[in-house]
């Protein structure tokens, strides 16, 4: 018998318990079943008694798990308690990235219904690793963007759901030779210099997507340029450089302008919500609960026959 038990893994195993089914249970902790069964697994070698009987049918408890049931769902409930007592009340800071971005907008105002007693805070801080100092500093909680752009450094003190594999798009002044196509080939942005945050010390792991789209395809990320703040600002930039700008395909409309998706392939950027790890807080627990929910409603989390993302944030994803 070990001398402690992860807490994590005695909820893996009343999860599966409760729900004898590894895919619900999963779900219900919103985890991938790979890392839940890696839990149950690792819980059964610290214990030394195997817990599950595993059918292709069906799950049953075996009499050791039937033993530990009782126990796991009394040390849970005194670590909630433990926790419930201590936890301040305090609005949840979440991280929006800008305020024409739809992703992390739809996913706050869900989790604002699921947990209307909690006040959840929007904040803006243009990009994930501008946001990630602050979440790791406890000035902010969560935010979205592309995790696998993060510095290894970064990512080694922060937790990540993905939530949307976020189709890519090209914003073009109105009268570009790209503007009447429904929708525009990456590769028929080859011999142009195409705007994606060079140079902006809170969006690297943008323009490094963009440079990994890019790549092979004569293509080339624009020069480093003041960011444009507010709709006079944008259009006077765009009509003096005539910078194509790689965006996603909600991304607001501005004058003078056009959006198009681009297609064959279809590049995705991967948006994942992040948080600092060992955050506790209702209102976080109804952010994640939003991102699944609209998630698997509209099929954010379905990629494209024809859908590219890097092989880093594949890997990535996988862990």
Not at 147 to 164: D, I, T
Not at 183 to 188: E, K, M, R, Y
Request: glycine share 6%; charged share 25%; proline share 7%.
């Amino acid at each position: 018998m070990p001398s402690s038990l992860d807490p994590r893994l005695l909820r893996a195993f009343l999860a599966v318990a409760e729900e004898l089914h590894f895919t619900r249970a999963a779900a219900r902790l919103y985890l991938a079943q790979q890392a839940l069964s890696r839990d149950v697994r690792r819980l059964e070698r610290e214990l030394g008694a195997e817990l599950f009987v595993r059918t292709t049918r069906q799950v049953t408890l075996t009499a050791d798990g039937e033993r530990l049931l009782p126990y796991a769902r009394r040390v849970l409930a005194a670590q909630d308690e433990l926790a419930a007592a201590f936890r301040q009340v305090r609005p949840l800071l979440v991280d929006l990235n800008s305020p024409g971005l739809v992703t992390g907008r739809r996913v706050l105002r869900r989790a604002r219904e699921l947990a209307s007693e909690q006040e959840l805070m929007a904040r803006y801080e243009s990009g994930l690793t501008g946001a990630a100092g602050e979440l790791l500093a406890g000035r902010l909680d969560v935010s979205f963007g592309r995790f696998a752009g993060l510095e290894p450094v970064l990512r080694a003190g922060l937790g990540h759901q993905l939530v949307r594999y976020e189709p890519m798009a090209v914003v073009l002044p109105e009268d570009h030779r790209l503007a009447p196509l429904a929708a525009v080939p990456v590769d028929a942005l080859a011999g142009e210099a195409v705007y994606a945050g060079a140079g902006n010390p809170r969006t690297p792991e943008w323009t490094d997507l963009a440079r990994r789209l890019f790549e092979g395809r004569d293509i080339e990320v624009a020069a480093p340029a003041p960011m444009a703040v507010g709709e006079e600002e944008f259009e006077r930039v765009m009509a003096k450089t005539r910078t194509p700008i790689l965006a996603v395909v909600d991304f607001p409309a501005m004058p003078r302008t056009v959006l198009r998706p681009l297609v064959r392939p279809v590049p995705l950027s991967a948006v994942s919500l992040v948080w600092r790890k060992g955050l506790v807080h209702p209102g976080f627990d109804a952010l994640r609960r939003a991102a699944a929910e609209i998630g698997s409603a509209e099929g954010w989390l379905r990629r494209p026959d024809d859908g590219w993302i890097p092989d880093i944030d594949v890997d990535m994803l996988k862990t």
